[in-house]
């Protein structure tokens, strides 16, 4: 059973920066890609940043220049830094990971973070 906890959220004014972690149980390894999604109220969960198994990321334009994804294989953590936050980063913002060899993608449960004006 795979296991991602996120962390890391918070309030935090405009401008401000945070860094949220994923943990997963087990290798990472085994996950073809690993991402970030956020939620904001009243809105689809959409996607923030992705790293592949190969090391290639890609981001959504609101978010480029802005957040780093990154992973550490030997601690089995995935990374996304925010710097120059602002209030429309607003929302839940769940970790993920793609499993190819079972077509399934798992989700963490989820850390709230806020940007105030």
């Known amino acids: 059973q795979v296991q991602l906890v996120g962390s890391g959220g918070g309030l935090v004014q405009a401008g401000g920066s945070l860094r949220l972690s994923c943990a997963a149980s087990?290798?990472?390894?085994?996950?073809?890609?690993m991402g970030w999604y956020r939620q904001a109220p009243g809105k689809q969960r959409e996607l923030v940043a992705r790293i592949i198994s190969g090391g290639s990321t890609n981001y959504a334009d609101s978010v480029k220049g802005r957040f780093t994804i990154s992973r550490d294989n030997a601690k089995n953590m995935v990374y996304l830094q925010m710097n120059s936050l602002k209030p429309e980063d607003t929302g839940v913002y769940y970790c993920?990971?793609?499993?190819?060899?079972?077509?399934?993608?798992?989700w963490g449960q989820g850390t709230q973070v806020t940007v105030s004006s």
């Open positions: 993920s990971a793609d499993q190819v060899a079972t077509h399934t993608t798992y």
């Open positions: 087990g290798s990472i390894f085994r996950f073809s890609a």
